[in-house]
């Protein structure tokens, strides 16, 4: 079985620009949460959604929002793009939105802001 | 809050050897649960295990083997007779029992040398 895919695997932008990334979860799974990792340091979570309904929000800015589709996959949107939004993006899956479940992670989305 | 600290932020051994790595962690729930998460330079990070806080039973998995300790709140990661395939950053995470998101530690780089 396929694991979590990210697309695109590498963007560049420039400062003030908009970017959308995309996230398909485990087949079977239905909550998916994205996290941004600066480098050399631990990711931190941004959402997670289940069931197309927004379930938590970590500490970021209302220039980062997401959105979750009826067959499960995810986009994040960054609007006004700064140099501090440098990051590998994580998106990750899980079957439901318990707490017991395991997130199972897909490779990433590296995001370069010029 | 949660926090989880690992100390370590690099370990350098030679093939064989055996490595711990280190895991301590807040909260004020009595319910959690810990994840250890392997990051080669891909970026994906992969589930290695999972623990719930009322489970105090260490775990062997193959080389790998995981010490909890809840009287000292530590989730310690050993590998035994290191290879140069097990190079990687390590992270511990916690998620609460309420709660949908993890919260990673800084990250172990361990760099297996030949």
């Known amino acids: 079985d396929a694991g979590v895919t990210q697309s695109p695997t590498h963007l560049i932008k420039t400062r003030g620009q908009q970017v959308t990334l995309r996230c398909s979860p485990i087949s079977g799974h239905k909550s998916v949460s994205w996290y941004q990792q600066v480098l050399g340091q631990g990711p931190q979570f941004i959402f997670q959604?289940?069931?197309?309904?927004?379930?938590g929000r970590g500490n970021f800015p209302d220039r980062f929002s997401a959105r979750q589709f009826p067959n499960y996959s995810s986009e994040l949107n960054v609007n006004a793009l700064l140099l501090g939004d440098s990051a590998l993006y994580l998106c990750a899956s899980s079957l439901e939105s318990d707490s017991t479940d395991t997130q199972y992670f897909g490779p990433g989305t590296r995001l370069t802001v010029l | 809050a949660q926090k989880v600290t690992q100390a370590q932020t690099e370990i350098s051994v030679v093939e064989k050897e055996d490595v711990t790595l280190d895991c301590v962690y807040e909260?004020?729930?009595?319910?959690?649960?810990l994840f250890w998460y392997k990051q080669p330079p891909s970026g994906e990070l992969v589930f290695l295990i999972r623990?719930?806080?009322?489970?105090?039973q260490n775990e062997i998995s193959g080389r790998y083997s995981w010490n909890f300790q809840k009287s000292t709140s530590s989730f310690n990661f050993t590998i035994t007779a290191s290879q140069v395939v097990d190079s990687a950053v390590y992270f511990c995470a916690l998620r609460n029992n309420a709660g949908n998101m993890l919260t990673f530690g800084g990250g172990t780089r361990l760099m297996v040398k030949p």
């Open positions: 909260t004020r729930d009595t319910t959690y649960y």
């Open positions: 623990r719930n806080s009322f489970d105090e």
């Open positions: 959604y289940y069931e197309k309904e927004e379930r």
